[in-house]
């Protein structure tokens, strides 16, 4: 990811960072590896670290430390420590999310999936901008082709 948009959220959502700085004047530094994963999925992040926040307020519990977050097969992997079933569910939510949500520009809207040696989420046109020179193949989430339909089928 951008490291803009990673400082942004690490800015954003310090809470679940503060335990990697080594004192408190420190600046936030990205976790260990940056976020490993693309742009495409920041709404996802910051969406699900918002709602995580917003149920650790409400039900005062600690913040959440976050180890890791990455793309692993094709989906977020969000790796921390702490909280409760409800973080959990909403972690399993996100993943979720992004195996429907373009890794590099962040639609939903004709997403699929890379074969041949390497799982990536992408739409097609970032499949063809990012991907075109390397051996894989380009699938169409089979969720597709009903979208297509329901909206040729409201637009008459
Ligand atoms: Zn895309």
């Known amino acids: 990811m951008d490291i803009v948009l990673q400082k942004h959220l690490i800015k954003k959502h310090h809470i679940f960072f503060d335990h990697l700085k080594k004192n408190k004047d420190d600046i936030m530094l990205p976790i260990y590896f940056g976020f490993d994963c ?14 995580i926040k917003h149920h650790q307020k409400f039900k005062k519990i600690e913040p959440i430390k976050i180890k890791q977050i990455k793309e692993k097969f094709g989906t977020l992997s969000f790796y921390y420590t702490g909280g409760d079933e409800y973080i959990h569910g909403l972690v399993s939510m996100a993943s979720s999310m992004s195996a429907r949500t373009c890794e590099c520009c962040g639609t939903t809207d004709g997403v699929g999936m890379t074969s041949g040696g390497w799982y ?25 082709r ?9 637009n008459g």
């Open 38 to 51: 693309g742009d495409g999925w920041y709404h996802i992040l910051d969406t699900l670290m918002g709602s």
């Open 120 to 144: 990536s989420v992408s739409c097609e046109d970032c499949f063809n901008k990012n991907f075109r020179l390397k051996d894989l193949k380009w699938n169409a989430n089979p969720d597709v």
């Open 146 to 154: 009903i979208l297509k339909i329901s909206k040729l089928l409201k």
